[in-house]
């Protein structure tokens, strides 16, 4: 198979990820969280790296759970601190609380994150490759930081959009490309 030329074949939980999510359409909250939250520890580092803890992630923060990460406690930031199998950012840790918190915030005036999200783009796809921002990636963060939100800076946004779905950014050369 022909994949974008960033997927290290080596990989197996790379090639999966490209093959099966990058640039699907997500409207579950808690898979529009649990990808929020991969994206924001991604920031700095590369994103292979957060993909191979991506399970430790997910043990360690209860599943993606956005209820009850909105209700850690310094106990649990100290936990995490001592995660040897995570990214260990105290600041990460804690925006992620503060993240879920927001979230939840935006599921009651919208009904679901999904529906806040998706509306930037009235349910569309976008379709472009070859960007790190976007006018919607700026739009959407400075929406998400006025809400309060943290990491979640314009690139990281145009990254998490893509991991979701909203905007396909498959190569020309990729199998999966959409010449829409």
């Given at each position: 198979m022909n994949r974008c030329t960033w997927v290290n074949n080596k990989n197996s939980n790379y090639i999966k990820y490209h093959d099966e999510e990058w640039g699907v359409p997500v409207h579950e909250d808690n898979k529009l969280f649990e990808m929020l939250v991969l994206e924001s520890f991604q920031a700095g580092l590369s994103w292979e790296c957060i993909l191979n803890k991506r399970e430790s992630f997910r043990s360690a923060f209860d599943n993606f759970n956005y209820q009850k990460i909105s209700n850690y406690?310094?106990?649990?930031?100290?936990?995490?601190?001592?995660?040897?199998?995570?990214?260990?950012?105290?600041?990460?840790?804690?925006?992620?609380?503060?993240?879920?918190?927001?979230?939840?915030?935006?599921?009651?005036?919208?009904?679901?994150?999904?529906?806040?999200l998706w509306s930037f783009t009235k349910n569309e796809i976008i379709y472009e490759t070859g960007k790190t921002k976007s006018t919607l990636s700026d739009k959407i963060s400075k929406d998400l930081q006025k809400k309060g939100m943290k990491f979640v800076g314009t690139t990281i946004i145009y990254s998490y959009l893509q991991a979701i779905g909203i905007i396909n950014s498959h190569e020309k050369e990729c199998d999966l490309y959409s010449g829409k």
């Open positions: 406690n310094d106990k649990k930031i100290e936990e995490l601190m001592n995660n040897k199998n995570i990214v260990r950012n105290r600041r990460k840790i804690i925006a992620t609380i503060n993240n879920a918190k927001i979230f939840i915030k935006i599921q009651q005036e919208y009904q679901s994150f999904s529906n806040y």
